[in-house]
Every structure is written in structure tokens, then in C-alpha cells.
């Protein structure tokens, strides 16, 4: 289907200080530990700003991590208002066939509102001890890690809860939980084609997974802002929106992280403002009703409290009360940067220095020990490729074959899309940085010459641990 834009505006016309949003992105170049790769502004239902770091698109998916859970709360809270499933239904209700196997008595006393507040019961994330008891079906791995302590009473941020959750509503529905959002969620919203991660059984993760653009991040943000209400239809009960957005649960010294601390809600935490869907490495979702605005970034980096302190000191200050006079300079100024937004590319020179004829038919093998997640990775070959370098890489078998052009980076289509730059740090090193550009995450690579070797290095670790074939998102339609 076709994607109608969000309707935008300036930021003056809708209150926001456009010199508020150009000193968040200094502070964002400033930051070392903060690789941001999207941002978008909604105030008042207007798109105010909104750009994307070079070699990163507006148009292509990336990988959300956990602000999946808040889609799965999304379809948890449809289901709910169709009367497919009830928030103090018993878990176990919906999987009868394990009736007999599940005893415990907090395991059968979990219901639904505690699968979906991450208040279960357990202390940790159960999602080892479940994968161990039965590796083929989580949610009967789930149901069999009895918690230590009665349902409603603690919060565990706990992948399998949110697992269980999305398997009720696929139980309940019969559908696939993407099929299931289709009608209901992503085409009234204009969210186009998305893709999840699914587990061993089929199922979609449901907790992790979900590949979408920054767009649809925006679009979720605003539905919950409106209260379920999207261009004057209702597509999310009122009731469910206003009990997803508060606190549940109290999470207060359980979580590292200001913004950590202040309640759990059915798949969104509460914020010092607002309230947040967020995934790993700086995927946020931020609501903020106060400001009657949206916030929708994607990010690599660890320290995900500082691009939201960054938010608070910058962005936030930047929501006036009534439209600006006197901002165009500034609007015009935001709009310039926002265009030209990129992420600096890795140093080298673009030729070896010496030794090219040594270069140009090399291939390198791994060098001590190999991160556990590229301990498949068993060869790289580098080879001339017109005005650049043709790289593959060799996984169990399967080639990766990337291209290293001559400046700033170079973009490979095709199954697995990369962006590569980088070059010669001295005549016996190759060093690049490889982007899979559907996830947050870069691989660095260092080929020596003299004795043939590479190493590699996440900059982030993937939480998936994926082979790099599948650094991207899943059966995405040519």
C-alpha cells in the first residue's frame, strides 16, 4: 500500500524553537558514545523536524529491539477491546494443552495483566531457565520457571512474559501476530511493510525483533498520544491507552538509569516526562502529553540515558506554549542541517601505500580467539573492484560480498544491506567499518597483511547473535 505522509509543518508555527533542536544535534556530534541514525518531532500532530545520519534512510527498516514490546501491547489491547482476551484471565487459560504440566501455584495464578506489566512474579529474566525446560516451546518453558514470588507483587523485565503475551493474542486470534496488526493497526496508521524475528516455533518474539522504519515508531507515538485515536477513528480502547501509560508496577531501584525508575506500564515505561516505548542501543518512543509531542529515534550506542538526558537538557526546553515570531531564520537553519545530516566515515587512504599488487588478491583468516558470535566467520577475501575494493566475506560457508569505494561510505544492496568505509591505516593494515544498516549495529574489521590475519570487533553486540546473513530484516518483499 501506499504511505501518506504525516503532515508537516514549521517548527516556529507549532511552538518549538528550532535552536533548541539544532543545540540537540551539536550535542549529539559532541557526544562520543552516541551514534545516532534518525530522529523525527511531532507537536501538535505536525511533523516539525525530522532527518536521518547518512548512510542511514528514511525509507529503510531498522531493527527496534524492544520498542517491539509496545507493538505487542498494541495488539494485546485490540484483542482486549474485540473481547478476544481479558487482562484477569489465568495465562494458563489459553494454553490448555499444558494444563496438566504446569502445577505451581503462582505459575497457574499468573494472569495476563502480569504478563503484560512484567510483574510475574520472577525476580530476573526467565528467559534462559525457559528456553532450558523446554527450548521448542517458550511459553511452556515459561509456565514451568515457577516464580519466587506471588504475581503482582515485583518487577522482572522478562522476554518471556512478553513472548507469552504475543502468543495469547496469536492463540486468541488465530492469526499471526503481524497478520493479526495489519488490518487493525499498520494500515490505518499508513505503517508500511515490517518484519518480525521469530522464534524456532514460527511465532513472531513478539518481545524483540521487529524491523520498521522510524516513521512507524512516530506513528505508534502518536496513536497513544491521541488516546487511541488516529485521524478520527478509534482504533485503541481509551481504557487500554490510559492503563498501558501508567504505572503498574513499581520498578524503582530494579533497573539502572534515571529514566528507569519510575514505573512500568502494559509494554511502555514511565519517563522523568512522558512516557517511552524504548529498544536497545537508543530506539526510543517518547510520549509527552504535557508537551503534546512525539519523539522517535533510532540510535546505536550503550548509554541510552544520556540521549535521553540530551532530550530533557535540548528538545524539551525547545516545546513553547504558542506559535514562535520571529524563528524562520532558525527554521531555515534546522531544515539546512536536518538535510544534511551523516555519519563521519571511518579513516584511511583509499589505496595501500605500498604493496598493492600484495593487496589485491589477499585473503586473511582469523587471528586468536574469535568473538563467540563470528566464530563461524572463517575467511576474508579482498580483491580490486573498479574504483574500489570488492571484500568477502566467508560465515560457514556462506559469502558476504560487500564493496569498499574510494571516500565516505559505500552502500551494498541486495539481501543483506551494508554501508562500508574506511581504508589503509599503513601498508601492512586494512581497516573498515561495516553497517548492516537494518539493525544499529557495525562490525569493525582489521586485515593484516604480514601474517594474513583479520580480527573483528562489535562496536554493540547484537542481542540476537545472528549470522551476518541475517543482519537484516527477515523476508522484507523485493
Not at 509543518?9 to 528550532?18: H, K, L
Not at 493474542?169 to 493479526?180: K, N
Not at 494500515?187 to 518481545?207: C, H, K, N, S, T
Not at 589485491?360 to 568473538?371: E, L
Amino acid at each position: 500500500m501506499s504511505v501518506r505522509p504525516l503532515p508537516s509543518s514549521t517548527p516556529a508555527a507549532q511552538g518549538v524553537d528550532a535552536s533548541g533542536v539544532l543545540a540537540f544535534l551539536d550535542a549529539l556530534d559532541a557526544a562520543p558514545d552516541i551514534e545516532p541514525h534518525s530522529l523525527m518531532i511531532l507537536r501538535h500532530d505536525r511533523l516539525v523536524a525530522s532527518g536521518w545520519w547518512a548512510p542511514y534512510t528514511p525509507e529503510r527498516p531498522h531493527l527496534l529491539y524492544s520498542i517491539s514490546k509496545s507493538f505487542t501491547s498494541t495488539a494485546a489491547g485490540i484483542a482486549a477491546g474485540e473481547g478476544l482476551i481479558r487482562l484477569d484471565d489465568p495465562v494458563i487459560s489459553y494454553f490448555p494443552e499444558f494444563d496438566a504440566d504446569i502445577t505451581d501455584p503462582r505459575s497457574r495464578a499468573m494472569l495476563v495483566r502480569h504478563v503484560a506489566s512484567m510483574a510475574t512474579g520472577h525476580e530476573t529474566d526467565a528467559l534462559d531457565e525457559a528456553r532450558a525446560l523446554d527450548r521448542e516451546d517458550l511459553v511452556r518453558g515459561f509456565l514451568l520457571a515457577a516464580p519466587p514470588r506471588d504475581p503482582g507483587t515485583v518487577f522482572a523485565y522478562n522476554q518471556p512474559a512478553t513472548f507469552t503475551l504475543a502468543a495469547i493474542v496469536q492463540r486468541a486470534s488465530g492469526q499471526s501476530l503481524t497478520d493479526y496488526l495489519r488490518p487493525r493497526l499498520l494500515d490505518p496508521l499508513g505503517i508500511g511493510e515490517v518484519a518480525w524475528l521469530r522464534y524456532r516455533d514460527g511465532r513472531e518474539l513478539g518481545f524483540s525483533g521487529l524491523h520498521a522504519t522510524t516513521d512507524a515508531i512516530a506513528r505508534l507515538g502518536r496513536l497513544y498520544l491521541r488516546g487511541g485515536v488516529w485521524d478520527g477513528r478509534r482504533l485503541l480502547p481509551e481504557w487500554w491507552v490510559a492503563e498501558a501509560t501508567r504505572p503498574q508496577i513499581s520498578n524503582s531501584g530494579v533497573m539502572p538509569g534515571d529514566d528507569w525508575q519510575h514505573g512500568y506500564g502494559f509494554k511502555f515505561w514511565m519517563s522523568r516526562h512522558g512516557y517511552r516505548g524504548d529498544g536497545a542501543f537508543g530506539q526510543f518512543c517518547l510520549v509527552l502529553p504535557e508537551q503534546d509531542a512525539v519523539i522517535a529515534t533510532t540510535a546505536d550506542t550503550w548509554n541510552m540515558q544520556a540521549l535521553l538526558d540530551l532530550v530533557w537538557e535540548h528538545l524539551l526546553p525547545a516545546f513553547r506554549p504558542a506559535p514562535l515570531t520571529g524563528g524562520e531564520a532558525a527554521d531555515v537553519a534546522l531544515a539546512e542541517r536536518l538535510a544534511g545530516l551523516a555519519l563521519p566515515p571511518a579513516a584511511g587512504e583509499p589505496e595501500p601505500p605500498r604493496q598493492a599488487e600484495a593487496w589485491s588478491a589477499a585473503a586473511f583468516t582469523p587471528y586468536g580467539d574469535v568473538d563467540e558470535n563470528l566464530s563461524r566467520l572463517t575467511s576474508i577475501d579482498l580483491a580490486p573492484d573498479g574504483d574500489g575494493w570488492a571484500l568477502t566475506l566467508t560465515e560457514d560457508g556462506h559469502p558476504l560480498r560487500l564493496r569498499l569505494g574510494k571516500a565516505g561510505w559505500t552502500v551494498t544492496e541486495g539481501a543483506v544491506p551494508t554501508a562500508v568505509s574506511g581504508g589503509w591505516t599503513d601498508a601492512d593494515t586494512l581497516v573498515v567499518d561495516i553497517a548492516f544498516l537494518e539493525t544499529p549495529h557495525h562490525l569493525e574489521v582489521t586485515c593484516s597483511l604480514k601474517d594474513r590475519t583479520f580480527t573483528t570487533r562489535w562496536r554493540t553486540e547484537p542481542l540476537h547473535r545472528l549470522p551476518l546473513r541475517a543482519m537484516c530484516a527477515p523476508r522484507m518483499p523485493a
